[in-house]
């Protein structure tokens, strides 16, 4: 039998959030991970401060960007890998009263640190942008696939992840006290992404889901360092590669990409790309959304040492490390979480 303070069940980007409170503070755990989910390793990894669709800001962003680019910063200091690129990203406009809107957005206090008020001729060839660009400020891109891959890495070399199925029926609930195989844990943390739909403890949680899908492209010509968002985001990831993302689907809940999925991406990106270039991956995972598009975190409403962290949706990124720090608090220094991230708003 093995004692620890914590199980964490995924490790995606809110479980590695987790995790940093717990090694932070000094807390003994062991991570499960079955790669059932793939939202953290498919995800472009943008934070992005400003909602670009509509110039809007972003739910408590200054706030979170505080809390997770020193989280990020100490893994890679820790692990001696870096995936906190820091990227130029560039909103297309598409007509005069777009630019006008970005002006207008960028006078208001709360957007005008991130909303540059220059406008940008564009320079490229092959880039199709007769209405030029306004640069978003304080954007940056993490490598989530090398994070996960190289975080998973560190855990195994310390003996905390077991790449295995967490399996619901085999948890032992007695008098408060947990035990799940050969472990004896005092919480339970459960940071599945979209698999919590099968976590009878959870399932109860309401989360959407709404599938994304993404494609790798080489395109020697492009020739481009920084991001560009139009239709669809094109981001370089180095070696004439780009990542071109993403779509949102909020009936298809399996994880295959598909030829819709493909057509609406190629469609897209034609649309202001005017080079050659060759798809040469083509993914698909599930984000972990919630209709009032707030994070789930919460405790049990019965067993008092089982805890859910969910529901960072399409900005994993900037929420998780902000989410993890709020339940950690919540768990070991009885500070009481926000009602409009506690999963008891859904309580009737
Ligand atoms: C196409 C796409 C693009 C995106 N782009 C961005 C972006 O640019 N910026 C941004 O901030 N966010 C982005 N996101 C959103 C971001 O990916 C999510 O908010 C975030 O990854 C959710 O992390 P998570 O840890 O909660 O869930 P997940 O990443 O789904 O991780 C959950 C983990 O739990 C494991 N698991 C589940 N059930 C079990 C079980 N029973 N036993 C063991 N393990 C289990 C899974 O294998 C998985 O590893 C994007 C998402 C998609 C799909």
């Known amino acids: 039998m093995k004692q620890v303070d914590y199980i964490i069940v995924g490790c995606g980007l809110a479980s590695i959030a987790f995790c940093e409170q717990l090694r932070a503070n000094h807390k003994s755990f062991m991570v499960y991970d079955d790669n059932s989910q793939k939202s953290s390793l498919v995800a472009a990894g943008l934070y992005n401060p400003v909602v670009l669709k509509r110039f809007s800001d972003v739910w408590k962003a200054k706030e979170q960007l505080e809390i997770a680019l020193p989280v990020y910063n100490k893994i890679e200091a820790d692990l001696g890998v870096k995936f906190d690129h820091k990227l130029q990203l560039l ?26 008020i220059q406008l940008l001729k564009n320079t490229h060839d092959c880039i199709d942008a007769p209405y030029g660009f306004g640069e978003v400020l304080h954007t940056g891109r993490l490598d989530t696939e090398n994070l996960i891959k190289s975080y998973k890495f560190f855990l195994k070399e310390k003996d905390t992840l077991k790449e ?22 005092k919480q339970i943390v459960f940071a599945e992404g979209f698999g919590v739909k099968k976590n009878p403890f959870f399932s109860h949680i309401p989360l959407n889901g709404t599938k994304g899908e993404v494609l790798i492209i080489q395109a020697p010509d492009l020739q481009i360092d920084f991001g560009v968002k139009s239709s669809v985001f094109i981001i370089p990831i180095g070696n004439n590669k780009y990542y071109v993302g993403a779509t949102y689907n909020w009936k298809d809940k399996t994880h295959q990409p598909t030829d819709e999925g493909l057509d609406e991406l190629l469609t897209k990106l034609k649309t202001f790309i005017k080079c050659d270039f060759e798809v040469i991956r083509h993914e698909a995972g599930i984000r972990p959304t919630v209709k009032d598009r707030r994070p789930l975190v919460g405790r049990h409403p019965k067993s008092q040492n089982l805890y859910v962290l969910n529901g960072l949706g399409t900005r994993g990124v900037m929420i998780a490390p902000y989410v993890a720090e709020k339940l950690f608090n919540f768990i070991e220094n009885d500070k009481p979480l926000d009602f409009e991230i506690n999963i008891e708003r859904f309580k009737h």
């Open 91 to 116: 909103r297309r406009f598409t007509s005069i009263e777009e630019q006008n809107l970005w002006f207008n957005a960028a006078d208001k206090p709360s957007l005008e640190p991130y909303l540059s």
């Open 164 to 185: 295995e199925q967490f399996q619901y029926h085999k948890l032992q609930i007695e008098r408060g006290s947990l035990k799940y195989n050969e472990i004896i844990p």
